[in-house]
């Protein structure tokens, strides 16, 4: 019923299959956009342009930062990454959901920019289980490992900060669970004040 | 994930179809239980006592009320009615949620000791349709229509007070609805903070 679009945060620690799901999410969902984000890191093999990021010089993101053309930015790793403003307000503005898959200390400050928008954590079903799927992609060393592990628990840490909470566990499960949030989201009331507007026409009828 | 269980209250203008929805929702949703209220009004013919009402006398009530039973109660056209706070808080600790079929007014007092449960209401598809279903009964005064009607849209104007909002425009579409709400409401953060206290364990692990 609510007119404008969701901004929706889904994070998850490094590990946990987030990926997987929010592909499966943006099949399901017609009209759910996704935010690509902007960084200044190198691109890796494999990744696109405007799929993945976009990639811009440290100069070009400083401009936009000044140009307040980025609705949240952090400095990650000797990098920059942000969220372009102009795509993320227009998909709200014309009703069409819109997903960000940012890190928690980006995912904080959209709240605070957004009071309305939709925070979801994911969580990996286990430690065990986070620890087995990091160590599985076997392009890291001991070290790296540990280091990802310790970030993951760090960034859990920050899950009081999010609206809402589940454990990957099944895949599909999962993305019921985020097609549940959004629709119970669209009928929370202050989505649909639109309503009392009419309700107060009606009183006079 | 969320263990302990909801208190739920859905509040809908009379003429709106309330009873046909909740009588489905119960079917779906396993152990979604149904307070029963305490009135002081007289029995009517079909209805019994423990299913629809507890039906006690006014002393009676009023010792209740003096005893701290009830969560919250009303006056309303000289009767008094009220929620039995045991049934009520039974269901919450052993996981089970609870459903209140409550006046505006209870459901505001409800939300102020509680202000975790879920508040939903729920809307007829429009004035024109809760017009002709009041009228459709048949058992009232052109007067007494106009009065309920008066009642129902002074009602709609707490909608605000409220957490969701939909139309009843198609029963089963409205259980789904509901369903959706509760399932996405046991995902909330604050509901399952007992998983941050497991992490913060294993942070020293």
């Known amino acids: 019923m609510s007119e404008k679009g969701l901004i ?51 100069d070009s993101f400083k401009q936009m930062i000044d140009n307040d053309e980025l609705i949240e930015w952090v400095r990650y790793c000797g990098n920059y ?25 980006g995912a904080l400050n959209i709240k605070k920019k957004y009071p309305d928008s939709v925070h979801i954590f994911m969580l990996p079903p286990s430690l065990w289980e986070l620890k087995r799927r990091i160590s599985k992609r076997g392009t890291e060393t001991e070290q790296d490992i540990e280091r990802r592990i310790e970030k993951a628990l760090s960034e859990l840490l920050y899950l009081k900060e ?38 107060e026409g009606l009183k006079g009828e």
């Open 81 to 105: 990454y942000g969220t372009p403003r102009k795509y993320v307000e227009d998909c709200c503005d014309s009703g069409r959901d819109v997903f960000l898959d940012i890190e928690v200390e």
């Open 162 to 199: 999010y609206d809402y909470v589940f454990f990957n566990t099944d895949v599909d499960e999962s993305v019921e669970n985020v097609l549940t949030i959004l629709r119970s989201e669209k009928m929370k009331v202050g989505r649909n004040l639109n309503i009392l507007n009419k309700i």
């Open 8 to 58: 929706v945060v889904i994070s998850a620690p490094s590990g946990t299959g987030k990926g997987t799901v929010i592909k499966k999410v943006r099949k399901r969902h017609d009209g759910f956009e996704f935010s690509v984000s902007v960084t200044t890191r190198a691109r890796r093999e494999g990744e696109e342009e405007a799929v993945d990021y976009f990639y811009v010089s440290e």
